[in-house]
């Protein structure tokens, strides 16, 4: 097959995928400006209006925003093949260097009120240190919070707090709020927490806790308590209430592993709560106001095999996690706001409107919604991601488990390779970063964990060596120098022959 006969078929190919993946061009995206800036539908002119010199400019505008909105058609007013690529090429290192590690452990402990407390812990297994893995963190002004799941047996406490700035970057974890807010599978009592995964702080100071309530999840599963969600008032650590989530909603052998919280224009008590449940495909959303929640299923919640196949370091291993990482987009003028979401398991971004996910009334019946949730684009292979977050400068940020990296991306740029940027790579302090947060301060910081999550599952840390850290970067400096400064305009490049290699997937 000739070289122009070839390049000819991957660009038919292109225009398949493109009619596939991108819908109808008129799409809505909530970063677009312009007329349509208010509305999710596009209606068209009547056709008695279509030959007015006002309507024709108001088309061509049309025109000029629906290629510059970026959900739609990532390839449409690209460049011909060969056009070259970005300067920073989303699939290589970047030397950059601007994640500061504030804490690191060897071997995780927790502060016990006295050693002897801590001594008869280990003595009786309530506490065996090699067993406990930090898995997700948050920031709240002069406190970090970290998860520590009960992986295993032997995790005394599940949530803790530690001060910043950090005095000892090794120091033991506190229990938050303190040691009689826990409590152990051997006696449980499930008004306690029992297996904290994610937490997430609001911005009316609250801190949201989503405990999944399983044990020994590597091992034997076992549904001890029903999951929950627990919210605090970080003014005084007080509890303000707790929602266990309906039976019927919880299905044999679901994982809750994630939460974002939904406050707008400052209406606290208005606030929704989004909770993926990673091995059943659903997202569960709790209304605080009605203090109720319903379960949502959609078929782009479902894990990608061909995502399923994880490389890291010298372990190869398989999941099949569907719906994890979830960001709220800003609010669009309409009031409405889309929820960006990507199973584990796949190098594709989603988006919905969230305004679907909080009408009880359109889950009541079947398929209703299911044309509300489209695609947004590709990461690409390798491109797996855990957790995401947007700041105030609409940028996502998310990670790249298997680059052991932090990406970016302008959501008001095409969402493709050229448009999404690196904030750094780096195999050492990077390993593996599990989740993400963009904290609520007046100058963000991103906020990640790496943990070598897939040593602690399929093989033996060395105890000798770090293994888990949190990192801090300045919300501003991880965009210099990258597409995903608002202020660099987008990239318009195309590579075919990248494009060639996704069509052989």
Known sequence: MTSGRRTWMVLAGVLLVLAVITGPAGSYSPFKKGPQHGSFTRTSPANGERGTVRER????EREQERLATPYVGPLVGLEAAGGKRAANDFLEDVGKNVFDTVYHWKMIDFMYPSLQLRNNAIRTREFIPENNLPLGVDRFRDRLFI??????????????????????????LMPYPDWSYHTSPRNPDCSKMMSVYRIQVDECDRLWVLDAGVTDTLTNLQQVCPPKIMAFDLQNDELLFTYVLPEE??????????????????????????????????????????????????????????????????LNFQWSDGVFGMSLAPVHRSGDRMLLFHPMSSFMEFQVPASILRNETVWEGFGLAAK???????????????????????VQFFTLVQQSGVGCWDLGKPYNRNNLGVVEK???????????KVDHEPQQSLWVMSNKLPVFLYDKLDYTQT???????????????????????????????QLECELEL
């Open 57 to 60: 400019e108001r088309e061509r």
């Open 426 to 436: 780096n195999a050492q302090k990077l390993t593996f970063p599990n989740d993400l």
């Open 147 to 172: 998860t520590t799941p009960r992986w295993n047996p032997g995790v005394p406490a599940t949530l803790s707090y530690l001060p910043l700035p950090a005095q000892d970057r090794s120091q033991p």
């Open 372 to 394: 509300a949730f489209q695609p947004v684009g590709t990461r690409g292979r390798m491109g797996q991601s855990s957790t995401a977050g947007i700041g105030k400068n609409n």
């Open 249 to 314: 909603q919880v299905k044999e052998d679901s994982l809750h592993t994630n939460i974002v919280v939904d406050v707008r224009d400052g209406q606290c008590e208005d606030a929704f709560a989004y909770v993926a449940d990673v091995w059943r495909n659903g997202i569960t959303v709790f209304d605080m106001r009605k203090f109720k929640s319903w379960r949502t299923t959609n078929h782009l919640y479902n894990p990608n095999p061909l995502a399923s196949d994880y490389n890291y370091q010298d």
């Open 467 to 497: 293994n888990f850290r949190v990192l801090m970067a300045d919300a501003r400096k991880a965009i210099e120098n990258t597409v995903c400064d608002p202020r660099v305009p987008p990239s318009l490049a195309f590579d075919a022959a």
